[in-house]
């Protein structure tokens, strides 16, 4: 039978539908994306921990028979370990004793803008003799690091940084819960830092390196656990331009969380390479009839593990505790890999002796005048840069596009993020993230979930790319200004 025609209130009801189809669709993220479950405010438990970090030049030792000159918080590298309950307040006065300004950034927790510590965007810089105190009662429970975010590529490789965690009451109680911060040093013969922080080569390369690992700024960690024994090892990288790859050798360990908040489901390390800035806590049985020295180590392009810290197994056997490891709501948002992306973000690198003639390359040559060595991020270098906008509690993603044949370590303040693709290869991860290692050429999709309103730094946590441009802003408004 033959249709009759459509009319033409028909055909219009027809588009105006299909319209209001196509809207539906592009907010579909916004709907079927989950909420994160972490976005709920914790109830303050009233107590506030009371702590003073004075920043300062120091003469301390990272290696056994060896003293170097550091930067330090309170007189050691890392600086004291602030461990506080969940709910629990922090107030700390940072006394500036350093010959130049400085600041604190809280790597990866939600605190109040203005307690952000990056120098120009969120406070001014605290000049050599001042003081400036930061206040604020962390959202989330998990690992956390503190480190000066003014000068990083040289701040931080001399030793200001330390570790925050905040204890979840509501997780089982580890009889060891231990921070390892993770660090890598470029020293000469006699143990000195060298004082050369930004060399060209790093600059355009992965940034500094260096030869001698500590954890907790000694060469010699031990950690002492009996057979049987249950224990928490909270993992930071803490260098300023070094991946790692954690290897527990004849232990097996279960990740329990990355960057800060608990994954959906206990797994092996195995495949885990931390950036610089990001954080794993995992769960480590030790078999009830082991004895003697386990090794921690370092995989990161190499095939023997290069020895980092022991765990030193002793003493009669304990009855492993039976808790199961915790696991957090993560909602999977891998799906987000197949709509468009909100903002594209592209990486690359700039020297003026590349982009010179020929006869202006021999001349550098001859002179040793390379001219500017650069990182731009959409073109555009630090403090000329570009701001990214996203509207409070609309999930969004970002493409992130690495034109550069270096690795990047990724990491945006103020809010967390889940890795949906690689080379538009869909990822799911089973977890948050506040820092993503891109290598080089690739190409990486992120789910940003925007809950916490203010401008905040999104850059690169290779602290020499940082400092010579590499960063950006990501601004969170409660309503999306027209513009
Ligand atoms: Cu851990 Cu903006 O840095
Ligand atoms: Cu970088």
Redesign the pocket.
């Known amino acids: 039978m033959l249709k009759k025609p459509k009319s033409t209130l028909a055909v219009c009801l027809v588009l105006v539908s299909t319209l209001i189809a196509v809207v539906a669709l592009t907010q579909l993220r916004d709907t079927t994306l989950a909420a994160p479950g972490y976005i709920e405010p914790v109830a303050a438990t009233g107590m506030v921990h009371e702590v003073r970090l004075v920043a300062a030049p120091t003469t301390g030792s990272l290696d056994e028979g060896t003293t170097t000159d550091l930067w330090t918080y309170n007189g050691t590298t890392p600086g004291p370990e602030i461990r506080i309950t969940h709910g629990d307040t922090i107030r700390v006065t940072l006394k500036n004793n350093l010959p130049e300004p400085t600041s604190i ?1 809280w ?1 990866g927790i939600r605190v109040p803008h203005a307690m952000d510590g ?1 120098p120009g965007l969120t406070q001014p810089p605290v000049a050599p003799g001042e003081t400036f105190v930061y206040e604020f009662t962390p959202p989330d429970a998990g690992t956390y ?1 503190y ?1 000066s ?1 003014r000068r ?1 590529h040289e701040q931080l490789a001399r030793g200001l940084y330390g570790a925050i965690v905040v204890e979840d009451p509501t997780e089982p109680d580890y009889p060891i819960d231990a921070v390892w911060l993770v660090d890598d040093w470029r020293v000469d013969d006699s143990g000195m830092l060298d004082p050369d922080f930004d060399s060209l080569n790093d600059i355009h390369h992965s940034g500094r390196w260096g030869g001698l690992f500590t954890i907790n700024g000694s060469t010699q960690t031990r950690l002492a656990a009996a057979p049987g024994e249950r224990i928490r090892i909270r993992i930071v990288n803490t260098a300023n331009g070094r991946p790692i790859k954690p290897n527990f050798g004849a232990l097996d360990p279960l990740v329990i969380a990355m960057d800060g908040l608990p994954v959906a489901e206990n797994f092996p390390p195995t495949d885990i390479t931390l950036a610089p ?1 990001n954080r794993m806590d995992v769960d480590i049985t030790i078999p009830s009839d082991a004895e003697g020295e386990f090794i921690v180590g370092d995989l990161l392009g190499r095939s023997d593990p290069l020895e980092l810290a022991r765990i030193s197994v002793t003493g009669d056997p304990v009855g492993t505790p039976g808790f199961t490891a915790p696991v957090g709501e993560v909602p999977d948002w891998s799906s987000a890999a197949d709509d468009p992306a909100d903002h594209n973000v592209t990486i690359s690198f700039f020297s003026e002796f590349a982009e010179a003639s020929r006869e202006e390359q021999d001349r550098m040559l001859e002179t040793e005048e390379f001219g500017e060595f650069l990182w731009k991020l959409n073109g555009r270098v630090w403090p000329d840069a570009e701001t990214l906008t996203a509207t409070r509690g609309e999930l969004q993603k970002i493409r992130i596009v690495n034109e550069s044949g270096q690795m990047h370590p990724i ?1 945006l ?1 103020g809010q967390f993020f889940q890795l949906v693709s690689r080379n538009d290869e869909r990822v799911t991860e089973g977890h948050y993230r506040d ?1 993503v290692l891109m290598t080089a050429f690739e190409t990486i999709e992120i789910v940003v979930a925007p809950f916490d309103e203010g401008t905040w ?1 999104l ?1 690169c ?1 290779i602290q020499l790319h ?1 400092e010579y441009g590499m960063a950006m802003l990501y601004e969170v408004a409660s309503e999306l200004a027209s513009s």
């Open positions: 950034h790597h990056v690091w480190h975010h990083g800035g990491h303040h820092t730094l850059h946590h940082a």
